[in-house]
């Protein structure tokens, strides 16, 4: 069964880029049609997806974050991972990796807190 695993800094200061890591067990970040996404979540704002890279590689990300987002991934790690840049507070969330054909492959998420 395929399993994600999120990891990272859970305090980032103001200004600062946050970076996370997304590994994947039991499966693999090339499998051909599956998409490995990003997602975070507030109280206030609920899910936001943030973007995604297929298993070719190809990127996507959300309009509203795109100038500040960049997704990765690391085949020989079999991780994938999220950087986002010029972070304030607004940005701390629970922050998600989920991936498969339909979403169907969750990790646990992560809390970040953006704070000085």
């Known amino acids: 069964q395929v399993q994600l695993e999120e990891s990272g800094p859970g305090l980032v200061k103001p200004s600062q880029t946050l970076s996370l890591t997304c590994t994947v067990s039991?499966?693999?970040?090339?499998?051909?049609?599956?998409?490995w996404d990003w997602i975070r979540h507030t109280p206030e704002k609920g899910l936001e997806w943030m973007g995604a890279i297929s298993t070719r590689g190809i990127t996507y990300y959300s309009p509203s974050l795109k100038s500040r987002t960049s997704i990765a991934r690391d085949t020989s790690k079999n991780q994938f991972t999220l950087q986002l840049s010029s972070v304030t507070p607004e940005d701390t969330a629970v922050y998600y990796c989920d991936g498969g054909v339909a979403d169907e492959y969750w990790g646990q998420g992560t809390q970040v807190t953006v704070s000085s």
């Open positions: 039991g499966g693999s970040v090339t499998t051909t049609n599956y998409a």
